[in-house]
């Protein structure tokens, strides 16, 4: 099994920083897609970014330009650096990835929510 574990949340003001981080524990055959969603109260669950294996990313148009995902293949992390944040960024933040566990049996597992709260 795998578990994927986030740090980084945490208030910041307009305009400030914040970089999101999320390993993946375990020992995964592969690694597929890695991302970041966010909810926000009373918000569908909805997409910031993903980056592919090979390092193609997208982004939700509401942070292009602001944010910046990479990932580290040796240590199966996943980072979002956010820059130049919103109020309307507030959400807890959720990762995502997905891979195979073995030959045999895929995977597709969220993180336990990082909460990102902007405000002056």
């Known amino acids: 099994q795998v578990q994927l574990v986030e740090s980084g949340g945490g208030e910041v003001q307009p305009g400030g920083s914040l970089r999101l981080s999320c390993a993946i524990r375990?020992?995964?055959?592969?690694?597929?897609?890695m991302g970041w969603y966010r909810q926000a109260p009373g918000k569908q669950r909805e997409l910031v970014a993903v980056?592919?294996?090979?390092?193609?990313?997208n982004y939700a148009d509401s942070v292009k330009g602001r944010f910046t995902i990479s990932r580290d293949n040796a240590e199966n992390t996943v980072y979002l650096q956010m820059d130049s944040l919103k109020a309307e960024d507030t959400a807890v933040y959720f990762c995502?990835?997905?891979?195979?566990?073995?030959?045999?049996?895929?995977?597709?597992?969220w993180g336990q929510g990082t909460q990102v709260t902007v405000s002056s």
């Open positions: 995502y990835a997905n891979g195979m566990i073995d030959q045999g049996r895929p995977f597709g597992d």
């Open positions: 980056i592919h294996k090979t390092g193609p990313t």
């Open positions: 375990g020992r995964p055959f592969s690694v597929g897609a």
